[in-house]
């Protein structure tokens, strides 16, 4: 929350929204874009560390192509632009993998149908559509 409300956040949604217009505002967007992948790329590699650490375990599975999109389906599902959107999408997904495996239902199959089901359903993903509906009821 902190990083999106400062400068360099306000710069870095300038340049989602209009790159164009942020370069003519004299902002150097190629640095802030490396700055922002550095970060995005800090982080990822702090998380992996600590979870290598925790579960005294680093398996070949968590650097398959298949978990880079699982990270998109989580953050898809929780809501993107929200601070807990992706955590509750990954608790979703965790937990529907947990439970589904003591089944005999292909567990894929069926997080695709959730998944499919969401995004059609929930727009701004599960904690973006709540926050919105508390929004419009508020005013």
Not at 1 to 9: M, Y
Not at 61 to 78: A, H, N, P, R, Y
Request: proline share 4%; hydrophobic share 50%.
């Amino acid at each position: 929350w902190r990083t999106v409300h400062s400068p360099f956040g306000q710069v870095l949604k300038a340049i989602r929204e209009n790159e164009p217009r942020a370069v003519s505002l004299g902002y150097r967007t190629d640095r802030y874009k490396l700055v922002a992948f550095v970060l995005s790329a800090s982080l990822a590699g702090l998380a992996g560390g600590t979870k290598a650490l925790v579960f005294q375990l680093a398996s070949l599975t968590d650097v398959t192509w298949q978990m880079s999109g699982e990270v998109v389906l989580m953050t898809l599902l929780g809501g993107m632009g929200t601070l807990f959107g992706p955590v509750v999408g990954a608790g979703l997904v965790v937990t529907l993998e947990s439970y589904l495996a003591s089944t005999s239902l292909p567990v894929p199959v069926v997080i695709g149908c959730i998944f499919v089901v969401c995004v059609l359903l929930f727009r701004r993903g599960i904690v973006g559509e709540l926050l919105h509906r508390l929004k419009s009821r508020a005013k």
